[in-house]
Every structure is written in C-alpha cells, then in structure tokens.
C-alpha cells in the first residue's frame, strides 16, 4: 500500500515567507527538508566543536557574540545545528520556549514560527525562527542557540550543575546554592582578591576524566542590579533585561582587570547560605555538608537524553563527592571571602 504525504498551505502564506522560501520551494519541498543554508562557521561553546548553518548573518553574529571566545578544548566529533530564519508572521510573535524532552529527543518551541527540534544521542538539531527573533541576538542565544546547540555538547562531554568557579593557588572552589545566594557576588570578589575567575552560574564537570576537572564561562560575568553599591567600578554598566525576564548587568571580564582561567579540578564544594537580615552580623562559619544531600541536589542537572547519558552524568556527580563538601554561613562578603582563603590554604 502506497502512502501520499502532503502539506498544504493557505494561499497567502508563501508571500510572507522571505524571498528565499519562494512558492515555488514550498510546492517542490513542502518541508523545506533540502532547503539551502549557505552559511557555515564552526564554534566552540565550553571548547566543544559545533557547526552551524544558517541562511542568515543574525544567527551567525548571535553565535560569535555567545561563543567566539572560545578555543577548542576537545577532539570529538562535532555536534551540527541547522537553523533556518523565515519572514516575521506578525500574529505568531516568539513567545516564552517550552521545552520538553524525553530519552535522546528534545523540542524547543516559543510559537508555530519559532522552534527547534534537538535529536541529543545524534547530536543534531534544526530548527526555524522568524527574521525578528533572529535579530534579537541575546534571545537568539537564550531560546535557542544555548538552550538547543549547547546543549547538544553538554550531552556529549560533560555533565552541567548550578554553581560558580574559582581557583586559589590551583586549588578549585565550587560555590552552589539558591538563586541570590550570592555565587557571582562571590565569586568576583574572590577575583578582585587575586583569585582565577572561571564561571559565574553554570559549572560543567567533564565527563571521561578520573579527576574532577570542570568548566565554565571565563568571559562574561553577570549581577544583580545593587552590585555597585558593593563594586563601584560597575557603576558605569547599566543594568538590561535578559532574555528570561531577569534584570542583570552584564559584563565582559576582560573589561574588570581579573584573571580568569577556563577551568579547575574542584576541590572543595561550598554551599552557600547567605544572611543579609541579621541584626548581630556573626563571622563566616564553615560546617560539613552531607554526602546524600549534595547528590539529591545535583540529581536535578542529570534529567536530559538518554539512560546511558544520564547514568555517565551521575557518575561525575559521584566522582565529586572525593572533594570536600562545605555549607558556609555569611553576611559579610569581605569575611566570606576571608573564610574561603583560610579553607582553601589550611582544609577548614
């Protein structure tokens, strides 16, 4: 039995595609399946190869501001990203993503016009925008190109936690918590105290090493709005808002005078709890942290693709528990960088 596959579309929807998905494409390539993407560059996000291809400059501009920093750190084949951008349709604007996944598939989807489909055990994604989510390259990145391309390499190599790096004397602090527990707060002031700054919200363990070497983002940093009042050089950065909604000022490091490094082996995981309201400030206190509770807390970053991706995800959280685990309990950001120095050159 032969099966007919057809798509049809209304009359006027081929005239507010671009000139390039012309009519004639949508009758010969209803799914625009063989539809030329003339564009090709190779990035590195967290130094892991990505090619994308694209029939539009926004997107590739997007990626180099998002991703042109980086070298590559990795010889595994790359993971490919074909994102094609049509005309705006003015009554599907791009909307919040919904993302769902379940096993190696993945979608990404903010309206009809706007969507990628990540296929996580290939390593592939495709997807379409319109032309004006396109020219919003920090939504570009945040909806898709982050959320889509770079997770296709986290996939492959490493496996991801909430938490930022820092490097004292080639020794690797971990600092976890809670939203506003202060981790970019703290961990910049480590870097104004001659620390190596690595990331400042996302800490990625790589997957197929004994040690427990992680990464990160060396290259932006970003923070809340009050932070001046703790740094006055930013108080020349204004504030903008980021692609989730959140207010942040965002800033190059290269622009604040700090070292940076690409990664540390972690040696010390430190769980944030961070008191701004108490009447008496206490000094900086650091306690043991409990082996089960930190593995009930990583279980959360290891819920993307396949079982086996998954399962070589939690081994890295295992192989984590060889550092030593800390909660440290501050008020004030001098004293807790204090603490942290002292727990670092001396284990407590």
């Known amino acids: 039995m032969a099966f007919a596959f057809f798509i049809a579309y209304p009359d006027n929807e081929a005239s507010d595609m671009t000139e390039d998905l012309s009519s004639v494409q949508a009758t ?14 190779t990035f590195y996000p967290l130094g892991y190869p990505l090619v994308l291809e694209t029939n539009s400059h926004h997107v590739i501009h997007a990626a180099e501001e998002g991703w042109g920093a980086f070298e590559r750190m990795f010889n595994q084949e790359p993971v490919h990203v074909c994102l094609g951008v049509t005309e705006d349709d003015s009554k599907s604007p791009a909307l919040g993503p ?14 009809p016009n706007n969507f990628m489909m990540c296929d996580l055990d290939r390593g592939y994604a495709f997807g379409w925008v319109t032309r004006s989510t396109a020219a919003d390259h920090p939504l570009l990145r945040y909806q898709f190109l982050t959320a ?64 427990r070497y992680a990464i990160g983002d060396p290259f932006s940093i970003r923070f809340r709005t009050d932070a001046p009042e703790l740094f006055p050089e930013l108080a020349g950065h204004l504030p903008s808002v980021r692609p989730n909604g959140k207010i942040a000022i965002e800033v190059r490091t290269c622009d604040l005078g700090i070292s940076t490094a690409p990664g540390c082996v972690v040696d010390h995981v430190v769980f944030l709890d961070r008191d701004q309201h108490l009447e008496h400030h206490g000094p900086a206190s650091v306690h043991r942290y409990p082996e089960e509770r930190a593995l009930e807390e990583w279980a959360q970053y290891a819920v993307l693709g396949s079982g086996d ?40």
């Open 309 to 348: 991706a998954r399962a070589a995800q939690r081994r890295c959280h295992e192989r984590l528990l060889h550092a030593r685990l800390w909660k440290m309990q501050y008020s004030d950001l001098d004293d807790a960088v204090a603490r942290l120095e002292h727990l670092v050159d001396y284990g407590a």
């Open 98 to 111: 919904v993302i769902r996944a379940r096993e190696h598939l993945m979608s990404i989807v903010a309206g």
């Open 148 to 211: 889509g391309g770079a997770t296709l390499a986290q996939q492959r190599a490493f496996a991801p936690l909430h938490g930022a790096l820092a490097v004292r004397n080639e020794t690797g602090v971990m600092l976890c918590g809670d939203s506003f527990a202060g981790k970019s707060t703290l961990a910049y002031a480590c870097a104004r105290a001659g620390w190596n700054y690595v990331s400042d919200d996302g800490a990625f363990l790589v997957r197929g090493r004994d040690d």
């Open 28 to 41: 010969l390539d209803p799914v625009f399946s063989a539809f030329e993407l003339p564009l090709r560059r």
